[in-house]
Structure formats: C-alpha cells, structure tokens
C-alpha cells in the first residue's frame, strides 16, 4: 500500500442553491452541521469518507436537489502532499474539539444544575423528570459526537469521563427525591 492510498479519503460537497428563499441553504447548512461536516467555504463542505457521514451527507444532497436551482456535486479527495492531508484532518479534529468543548460546558451546567436543586431541596418527581431528560440528551449528544469524532480529539475521553460524573449526579438526585417523597429518614450523599 502506497502513502497516498494510506491517507483519509475525503468527500467534498459543492452546494449551490439560490440567495432566497433563505430556508433552503439554512436547512442544508443545518443538515451538514448536524453530521460533522466542516466547512471549507462558502457552499463548500468536507467529511471523511467513512460510513458514519453518509446518511447526513446523502440527505444535504437531496435537501439541495429538491430546491428549484439548486445542486450538490459530491467529489472524492485526498490531499495532494502529507501536509495538506494532515492539516485537513487537523482542521476537522480542531472542529471536533471545538464540539467537546461545548459539550464539556453543558455537562457543567448540568452539574451545577443538580446542585442547585439539591441547595434549595427541591426534590420533585417533576424534577427529577426534567433532569433526567437532561442526562439523556447530554447522553445522545456523547453519541452522535463519538459517531463523528473519527480521528479522535484529546478532549474525547475527558467528556466520556465527564458524562459518567453527570449520570452519578442524577443518579444521586433521584436517591433524594425518593427519600423526599417517601420519607425516608436517612440521609443519602449525592
């Protein structure tokens, strides 16, 4: 195998779509944001070429083609020298730190969140609902930011870490809430 053939592949996506109405190009910058995809310019989208991107990718296509005059032409590429090849892949894992950063900042106010309810003991049923709700998001987002995080970004396994302290509040949050709501007497240590 040749260096060229051990370098990522990547899918470029040229998006062309007509100034108005605007919620044509809004549905499919949101489309590609959604998936990962990083931008290179203006209409001008890269992903690796790998399967967790192709879903997201075939759907911004079809969003463009459905647009009267609009258009998405998807290429192959690779970079032309192992520098332009690592700093593509550089450029997406900085766009992938840049997405755990904000994630770690919401676990954070989850955290703080949890704690807030605990300081003033409002220990309810509803809640403890909303909170759980909370957790999962927090949890569905961990997911579908692994799913894209293909050359995995330093701040990666912190967030794993991270999420598993922010499930341990919640968790500890509901032992009050029960022994709130059912009158248990005993303390329980969030």
Sequence with gaps: MTDIERRVRWL???VRLPASPSRHRVAVWRELRKVGALSLGQGVWAVPDVPAFADGVARAVELAGAVDGGEAVTLEAGGR??????????MFTAARSADWAE????CGKFEEEIAKEIRIAKFTLAELEEEEQSLERLRRWHRDLT???VFG?????GAAERLKRCAAACEGYAELV?????????????
């Design 103 to 106: 994630f770690l900042a919401d």
């Design 81 to 90: 020298s192992e520098a332009d090849a690592a700093r593509l892949q550089a």
């Design 153 to 157: 970004a330093p701040e990666a396994a």
């Design 12 to 14: 470029v996506l040229l």
């Design 178 to 190: 029960f022994a709130a709501l059912h009158g248990v007497d005993e303390e329980v240590t969030p």
């Design 147 to 149: 799913a894209r995080d």
